[in-house]
């Protein structure tokens, strides 16, 4: 059967309360219609549920297009322009199977970031104007206070991510470095706080803000400020616990949070999903922050045609969780618990996965048990049932779950003029990436792991990278490409990775820097070509042949 909006509109008082009804009457098989024309949704009326989120902020969220618990089922724009305003998630995939959402797009009619013009700059003064239309700044009580004259929201905060943006080219300018503007109380910032500056705000008149501090550097002047000060509580489109799931046809012109989120699901399929600053306007930004992110899924992931610029963080990341200190409660099971704040509440065990538990100072003592069961004994806490009799666990030991190792396909992208990086692929199936584009502000392609600060887990089991473009790729610095876990003691800790194979790319940068990799079984770089263009930003890595290969077991390495 096909729905269609227009039949539940009239029934209801919001647009957001039809939506729902709509969704809710759908069976297997069933098709919801949207038209060629735009929507405005408010969070008034919504479906409201509680989730945690990976590398998001967990809360109750209403939900425009709350799809859960439904099976063979599409939700078909036909061109819809869905404009929404204030707090609301627009899309939730849940306990589903067999869903399609294509051809539409995703805004918000008041974007949450904030973005200022430089219109004075020294090494310690700064002044940033807001166009008083879609941005507006105050400073309330010392700390910077955005707000919208459509909406209505004001958000007034101690801190915010920002980064300069070249006017011109709608990028993040390569010399400028990331940081977070902070106006509160001195205080301990964690791992990132070297990138914190203390930062006196004061309002010179209306949207033009003084700001006061050791910046470092000397900001361009007609260049742009860009700040996210949302947080990470509204992605675009969330998808978890699901399977087979396509995403078709979709512009991501604005969200909150990430553009696509999917964790601890399988077969997902992203064709012609195009992240970009709104086309016409003065934006700069799209999404807040990576464009898409897969956390624990398995089966496959596949990118077919897709374009992700503009973003205030990576164009996709796919990577598992390590829990944190897992400790023998008896002899079949464990509890454990969360190394990330922005990870807890998330059940990552199926029955009949593996779980490994590992000594992550040299990844060397570990042991592979069957999962039974697990269950959440709190958002913070995990305990998890195994076949096999555990051994002892000593003290600062993690686990991960070995099944939740999706295959990538990454075919015919584009990523770029973005912070910070491209692709970040950590599995243990195999990843191809092939005929794609990358422009990013570092390295387009990433392998890696990290198992002390974000606990982001897996390794690049078997990957390829070939016949791709590397035009001004980590135009910042770095190398264009880096395979590089981050382990306590990497001189010690053998072959984390597996097989790495780079082949027929084309790299056009000012100087030689292609490729770093570190703590892999077989690396083959072979078949690419250099060309050097001295009108892109010159970054040397200290390396005339731009490859740094080290504590690797078998390499075959061609120089260009």
């Keep these: 059967m096909i729905y269609r909006i227009s039949e539940f509109e009239n029934a209801h008082k919001s647009l957001a309360a039809a939506i729902n009804f709509a969704v809710k009457a759908m069976d297997d098989g069933d098709t919801l219609e949207l038209e ?9 009326g919504a479906f409201k549920k509680y989730y945690c989120i990976s590398n998001n902020d967990k809360g109750e969220k209403p939900i425009a297009f709350p799809i859960i ?9 036909r061109g819809a322009k869905l404009v929404f305003h204030g707090d609301i998630l627009p899309f939730v995939i849940d306990s589903s199977e067999n869903v399609s959402i294509k051809n539409f797009s995703i805004d918000y009619s008041s974007p949450k970031y904030a973005q200022g013009k430089v219109i004075e700059a020294s090494p310690t003064r700064t002044v940033l104007e807001y166009d008083g239309d879609e941005f507006n700044c105050r400073v309330v009580d010392g700390n910077l206070s955005f707000y919208s004259k459509t909406d209505g929201w004001e958000n007034t905060v101690e801190q915010c991510l920002t980064l300069e943006f070249d006017a011109d080219k709608k990028a993040p300018d390569p010399f400028a470095p990331t940081y977070f503007i902070y106006t509160g109380k001195p205080k301990d910032h964690g791992f990132l706080g070297r990138m914190f500056k203390d930062i006196k705000a004061r309002e010179l008149s209306e949207n033009v803000i003084e700001l006061c501090g050791n910046f470092g550097w000397e900001h361009k002047i007609g260049n742009y400020l860009i700040s996210t000060h949302s947080g990470r509580h509204y992605p675009g489109i969330f998808v978890t616990d699901s399977k087979d799931v396509s995403l078709f046809g979709i512009d991501l012109l604005h969200t909150y949070a990430m553009g696509v989120i999917c964790q601890t699901s399988e077969n997902i399929s992203l064709e012609k999903i195009i992240a970009q600053a709104k086309e016409g306007t003065k934006r700069m930004l799209c999404v807040n922050a990576d464009a898409t992110h897969f956390v624990n899924c398995r089966g496959k992931i596949s990118f077919k045609n897709c ?4 973003m205030m963080d990576d164009a996709c990341n796919i990577h598992g969780i390590y829990l944190k200190d897992p400790k023998k409660v008896d002899e079949n099971a464990f509890v454990a618990g969360f190394g990330h704040f922005q990870q807890v509440g998330i059940n990552i065990f199926r029955k009949g996965d593996e779980v490994l538990i590992t000594n992550p100072k040299n990844m060397k003592e570990k042991q592979v048990y069957t999962v039974e069961r697990s269950v959440l004994l709190s958002e913070n806490e995990i305990k998890v049932f195994v076949k096999e009799p555990l051994c002892d666990i000593p003290d600062g030991y993690v686990a991960e779950n070995l099944s939740s190792a999706p295959d990538i396909h990454v075919l015919s992208c584009e990523t770029g003029n973005n912070r910070p990086r491209g ?10 990436v092939e005929d794609s584009t990358f422009y990013n502000m570092y390295a387009g392609v990433v392998a890696g792991c990290e198992m002390r600060d974000w606990y982001e887990s897996g390794p690049a089991a078997d990957i390829t990278v070939r016949n791709c473009n590397f035009k001004n790729s980590a135009y910042a610095g770095g190398f264009a490409m880096t395979v590089v876990p981050n382990l306590y003691s990497p001189e010690n800790a053998g072959s984390f990775n597996g097989r790495v194979l780079i082949e027929n790319n084309r790299f056009e940068l000012h100087e030689k820097r292609f490729l770093c990799v570190r703590n892999t079984a077989e690396v083959t770089f072979r078949n690419n ?5 001295t009108s ?3 970054h040397p890595v200290g390396n005339p042949d731009g490859i740094d290969v080290l504590w690797c077991e078998k390499t075959d390495i061609e120089k260009i």
């Design 307 to 310: 374009k992700f610029v503009n």
């Design 69 to 77: 618990g439904k099976k063979n089922i599409t939700v078909d724009g």
């Design 36 to 44: 060629d024309k735009v929507y405005n949704i408010f969070p008034d």
């Design 529 to 533: 070509e250099y060309i050097c263009n």
């Design 536 to 538: 892109l930003p010159s």
């Design 423 to 432: 692709f970040l692929l950590a599995t243990r199936g195999k990843t191809l």
